[in-house]
């Protein structure tokens, strides 16, 4: 009996400290504190929760615990925090980005730059560590297909690859692209939004979540529902039920 469920990741789930393989057997039994799924063949694990390194697919130390935090590998790069700030090592575990960023996170590298804090503010660096896009952001998420949603006096809008803003900083709540359409929320009501901004599934709702393949949970009051892309409701839940996500179709 296992605790909570995770993600495979190479075949592995990390789970109570060890990894199990698709049929439940473990392959590493539970010896550790902290334990991520694998990415770019390997794991940040940690012993005692203070201290991480990375772990191998046999489970052996490839990079000796001494990060406070670590973050997965993403385009050969790892974040990790190191005296309350946060930099870059490679698989080998040399330092690649100096550890000068700020914030409890920085983002993994997607289409060659990641977001990263300083002096408060957050913008987009290379593989280099040098901003690509000016930190001039509350706050930001990853690039997806192509757009990044940013903030900017607590409202958020997309800014594309260039750094240009596509759309204004307006919605309260904006999501990551995901098939040209990402979950926005404008004065307390949620629907989803194209790449322009324009609504593709009307604010009835009052908060939507990602798609999981060709479906996405919305919530209205203490009622649930399974959408489609179309804005079509295919499930309608009992009043009260939790719902995390749909099924995804395999």
Same mark, same amino acid.
């Given at each position: ?24 057997? =473990? ?12 990415s ?32 997965q590998f993403?385009?050969g ?8 700030? =946060?930099?870059?090592?490679?698989h ?17 590298? $997607? ?37 990044s ?7 958020w ?41 324009? =609504?593709?599934?009307?604010? #009835? ?13 919305? $919530?209205?009051?203490?009622t ?5 892309r ?10 009260? #039920? ?9």
């Open positions: 009996c296992f605790k909570g469920l995770g993600k495979f990741k190479h075949g592995l789930c990390s789970i109570n400290g060890g990894f199990i393989d698709h049929s439940g057997k =473990w392959l590493m039994e539970p010896r550790f504190l902290v334990a991520d799924n694998f770019e063949g390997c794991a940040f694990a940690s012993l005692d929760g203070e201290t991480f390194g990375f772990i191998d697919l046999r489970g052996d130390p490839v990079i000796q615990p001494r990060f406070q935090q670590c973050r993403s385009e790069l790892a974040g990790v925090c190191r005296d309350e700030r =946060w930099g870059y090592i490679d080998r575990g040399e330092i690649r980005i100096p550890h000068v960023f700020e914030a409890v996170r920085v983002q993994g590298f $997607r289409y060659g730059v990641a977001g990263a804090q300083i002096d408060g503010r957050w913008g987009f660096i290379d593989h280099y560590g040098n901003f690509v896009i000016k930190p001039g952001y509350e706050d930001l998420k990853s690039f997806s297909e192509g757009y949603p940013v903030q900017r006096n607590r409202k809008g997309l800014i594309n690859l260039d750094g240009s803003l596509v759309v204004d900083c307006q919605f309260d709540e904006l999501g990551e692209l995901d098939g040209g359409m990402a979950s926005a929320r404008l004065n307390g009501k949620a629907g989803f939004v194209s790449a322009s901004g324009s =609504w593709v599934i009307q604010p #009835a709702f009052d908060r939507c979540y990602r798609f999981f393949g060709e479906l996405a949970v919305a $919530r209205k009051g203490d649930y529902y399974y959408l489609r179309n804005g079509q409701t295919v499930w309608t839940s009992e009043p009260g #039920a939790m719902v995390q996500s749909p099924p995804v179709a395999s």
